[in-house]
């Protein structure tokens, strides 16, 4: 893939330090089965994406109302 195995190597670490894959020593890596945690992760990275998305938005001018409004609409071209 092209990508630097220190790279790869710190992200496989940090995945398995939050607990998102298990590291068996004869049987390589595993993605937890834990659904729970999978869906806190998933929570958690989609108000951090949220977040970051309004204070974009706000920064090029645009209110609550307004995002809300082209995310509407956005969702609607998208059906």
Not at 3 to 12: C, I, R
Not at 54 to 70: A, D, P, T, V
Request: negative net charge; aromatic residues 6%; without cysteine.
């Amino acid at each position: 893939a092209s990508v630097n195995p220190n790279t790869m190597q710190k992200a496989l670490a940090e995945l398995e330090r939050n607990g998102l894959i298990n590291t068996q020593r004869t049987s390589g890596r595993t993605v937890t089965e834990d659904n729970e945690l999978i869906k806190q992760t998933r929570t958690q990275l989609a108000d951090e994406y949220i977040r970051n998305f309004f204070q974009i938005m706000k920064k090029l001018g645009y209110s609550e109302e307004e995002i809300i409004s082209l995310i509407k609409h956005a969702a609607e071209e998208g059906k």
